[in-house]
């Protein structure tokens, strides 16, 4: 069954995503990263500025099938075309369909009053259907990733 975590009080949602990408890249992990397709876009472009000395290297989905294939983080709208990964990054605001294909799930959540609620949602959306939830307070654990 998948493991699902939610990031909560994440205060810059783009920045602690590239810090987390950086992380899951070093440990070899593949990634997809979903969301709307601006919060994408802003992604994309702070991806390629954020840390000049430790690049991670990524696409978006509807590269050649070679280069996402090779692509360790692919940024998608939707899951359809991409390649079974072992990560899925939650940055939108719905339930990704067939994130449980995925062996681990994380929801990354801003402070915002329009994320909460939406997490809040999908929170109970999970534990309905009996995922075992882990939670990252960074309001409490100061901010990770």
């Given at each position: 069954?998948?493991?699902?975590?939610?990031?909560?009080?994440?205060?810059?949602?783009?920045?602690?995503?590239?810090?987390?990408?950086?992380?899951?890249?070093?440990?070899?992990?593949?990634?997809?990263?979903?969301?709307?397709?601006?919060?994408?876009?802003?992604?994309?472009?702070?991806?390629?500025?954020?840390?000049?000395?430790?690049?991670?290297?990524?696409?978006?989905?509807?590269?050649?099938?070679?280069?996402?294939?090779?692509?360790?983080?692919?940024?998608?709208?939707?899951?359809?075309?991409?390649p079974h990964y072992g990560?899925?990054?939650?940055?939108?605001?719905?339930?990704?369909?067939?994130?449980?294909?995925?062996?681990?799930?994380?929801?990354?959540?801003?402070?915002?009053?329009?994320?909460?609620?939406?997490?809040?949602?999908?929170?109970?959306?999970?534990?309905?259907?009996?995922?075992?939830?882990?939670?990252?307070?960074?309001?409490?654990?100061?901010?990770?990733?």
């Amino acid at each position: 069954m998948t493991e699902i975590a939610f990031h909560f009080n994440v205060p810059d949602k783009l920045a602690y995503s590239c810090r987390l990408l950086r992380k899951a890249y070093l440990s070899g992990a593949s990634v997809v990263v979903t969301g709307e397709a601006a919060m994408l876009t802003d992604l994309d472009q702070l991806m390629w500025s954020f840390s000049p000395a430790e690049f991670v290297p990524h696409c978006r989905a509807g590269a050649a099938e070679s280069t996402l294939a090779a692509s360790p983080v692919v940024l998608a709208e939707s899951l359809k075309d991409c390649p079974h990964y072992g990560v899925l990054v939650n940055l939108g605001q719905g339930i990704p369909p067939e994130f449980e294909r995925f062996e681990r799930f994380i929801e990354v959540v801003a402070q915002g009053d329009e994320d909460r609620l939406a997490a809040r949602s999908r929170w109970k959306h999970y534990t309905d259907r009996g995922y075992a939830m882990k939670r990252h307070d960074l309001a409490t654990a100061g901010e990770g990733a």
